[in-house]
């Protein structure tokens, strides 16, 4: 993705957002309005296009510098669906230097959620203790499985992923749609 601003289109988001102002609405309750000091507007179709630019630019960084994981001649390194993020490195050491070259959301103001942020482990090697990994100034926790779009990945020898709670969810779906039209019955 190339992204180039104009400086007058920059100017125009940038008094855009300095004047974006927000109130909490719980039930007939509403707050007083406050300013929105960070982040993009929940729902605007612009949000997207501006998260877009804001994480192309490291994605272009970590392709630049090799610390990723290809398959044939696709890069693979950094999976991302709106705002969810997923590293791939084949080793825990490329994964620390790759976070040297995302110092640039710090500079930017931009923090990683560290408490939905892990590690996870596949290969040989998955249950061998390894460094710790720092995001953000806290050390991630290596987890045996985690979700990512819906899909649970499991640490393992090779790469596994999980969909049985998936199966679980659509039974308990498909059996509440049948009770409701009397097509099965309670024992």
Known sequence: MTSTFSPSNFRE?????????????????????FQILAGVRQGNIL?????A??????????RAAGLDARIGKRYFG????????????????VMQLA??????????????????????RIG???????A??????????????????GVMLKSARSFKCMLDHVKVKFYRCFN??????GMLVRN
């Open 176 to 181: 509440a749609i049948c009770m409701g039209q």
């Open 124 to 130: 040989p090697r998955y249950r061998h203790i390894c």
């Open 132 to 149: 710790p990994l720092m995001l953000s100034g806290s050390q991630l926790a290596y987890v045996e499985q985690t979700k990512y779009l």
């Open 53 to 62: 630019v804001f994480i192309d630019s490291m994605i272009c960084k970590l």
């Open 78 to 93: 950094c999976l991302v669906n709106a705002d969810d993020i997923l590293l791939i490195c084949h080793s825990v050491t």
């Open 13 to 33: 988001v940038i008094n855009w957002y300095s004047k974006s102002y927000a109130f909490v609405r719980w039930g007939s309750f509403a707050s007083r309005s």
């Open 99 to 120: 976070r040297y070259l995302l110092r640039e959301p710090e500079l930017m103001d931009f923090s990683f959620n560290t408490v939905k942020s892990v590690a996870l």
């Open 47 to 51: 949000s997207p296009a501006l998260f």
